[in-house]
């Protein structure tokens, strides 16, 4: 017997159960190896540590109350705490509307307006030029501006109506593009005359106007160019009256891009169109015809 249990113990290294200052382990009979097994744990420690660090921090909370020093460590706390609130509250503040980032009082009327300067934040905001780009005329057209100098605040809100926004910022790429459209679109016509009585001047619009809109206006015609360096360099920047600006939208419905095969100067063309005539044959050696030709009127 007592051979036969030494050797017992020799094939079992470890006790069945056993566990020291580190470790657990437990022995486990396996019959398909005709061996033992050991597993072996990690004594889990974490609450002797946790009884460590409880120790640690009453001794700070008990130094923080008997040292007056310290004290201002709360008062940051709740420092940091109370900028953290208005740093939410501020956060959470309602957005300024057009109204007040663009608006300005009227001097003389005292009612709310948009003048360039706010014409200019916008712009900036949308990032594009109040000068050159061709949606702000239209949106002076949408919002039924009558002075180029000022919008009023309830013009303005026509403007957003049509666009169904609450502020100019939400406009998207295609809203900014809607200014262009077809000579032949039902309200191209109306659109276009009310920016002649918006820029007129002593019964004219100026060179600048006149190159500016047609330019972007009737870019596909060919001859259009030629005209704008007609009245430039030709006639010393001359601009329109409305006679002529209205008309030229039927000048360019008739001869399209057949300028001049399809102009006649026996039509009733204001004289201005039939000086572009000539001087536009001229210049590119085309005959006039006989019948057309009248010298006593012909300056070219």
Do not use: R
Not at 6 to 29: A, I, L, V, W
Not at 34 to 56: C, P
Request: proline share 2%; net charge neutral; aromatic share 16%.
């Amino acid at each position: 017997m007592g051979s036969k249990s030494s050797k017992n113990n020799e094939k079992s290294k470890f006790p069945t159960h056993g566990s020291d200052e580190k470790y657990k382990y437990s022995t486990y009979k396996n019959n398909k190896i005709k061996d033992d097994f050991v597993v072996i744990d990690y004594l889990d420690n974490s609450k002797e540590k946790k009884e460590k660090t409880n120790n640690i921090n009453n001794n700070i909370t008990n130094d923080i109350k008997n040292d007056n020093s310290k004290k201002d460590i709360n008062i940051n706390k709740n420092t940091i705490s109370n900028k953290n609130k208005n740093e939410t509250k501020i956060i959470s503040e309602k957005p300024k509307t057009d109204f007040e980032l663009y608006f300005i009082k009227d001097s003389e009327t005292g009612e709310e307006i948009l003048d360039e300067d706010g014409l200019l934040k916008i712009g900036n905001d949308l990032k594009i030029d109040i000068y050159t780009h061709m949606f702000f005329p239209y949106f002076f057209y949408l919002c039924k501006a009558k002075n180029l100098e000022k919008i009023t605040k309830s013009e303005y809100k026509n403007g957003l109506n049509y666009f169904h926004v609450d502020s100019i910022k939400k406009l998207t790429q295609s809203n900014l593009n809607s200014w262009k459209m077809k000579i032949d679109n039902s309200k191209f016509k109306d659109y276009y005359i009310y920016l002649f009585n918006l820029n007129v001047m002593k019964k004219i619009v100026s060179f600048e106007v006149v190159e500016l809109y047609f330019k972007n206006f009737f870019s596909e015609y060919k001859f259009v160019n030629e005209f704008i360096d007609f009245l430039k360099n030709e006639k010393k920047e001359c601009g329109l009256n409305k006679d002529q600006w209205t008309t030229f939208i039927d000048l360019i419905k008739t001869v399209k891009n057949n300028f001049p095969q399809n102009y006649s100067i026996e039509d009733a063309w204001p004289n201005l169109f039939d000086e572009f005539y000539y001087y536009y044959c001229k210049k590119h050696g085309i005959e006039i015809p006989k019948n057309n030709e009248d010298e006593e009127e012909y300056p070219y």
